[in-house]
């Protein structure tokens, strides 16, 4: 996307482009997304998502060879953990 001026729109997420062959799922499995399949999904950068492996403090992953893969239920339950209804809410204790 672009912004008025023709330059790429950098404060809005592009969908991510890649094909359905990066979703691992297999038949009685959870769904699995890649790293930017995942970060599309819960409203952040790839790159926070890489982050956030090194660092601590984001979703459940797990890595596959070289794979980095996220479980579906574990990006929703972790978006939920964090969901907060004011700016004075706690946050997680350590």
Known sequence: ?????????????QTPKFCLSQTVQKAGMQQKMRTKQAAYRV????STL???????GGPRYA??????????ADLDAWVAQNSRISTSDA???P
């Open 50 to 56: 890489e982050k956030l492996r090194v660092y601590g």
């Open 43 to 46: 409203g952040l950068s790839a």
């Open 1 to 13: 996307m672009t912004d008025l001026n023709g330059r790429p729109d950098t404060h809005r997420p």
């Open 91 to 93: 946050s997680m204790a």
């Open 63 to 72: 890595k596959l060879g070289r794979a980095v893969v996220y479980d579906v």
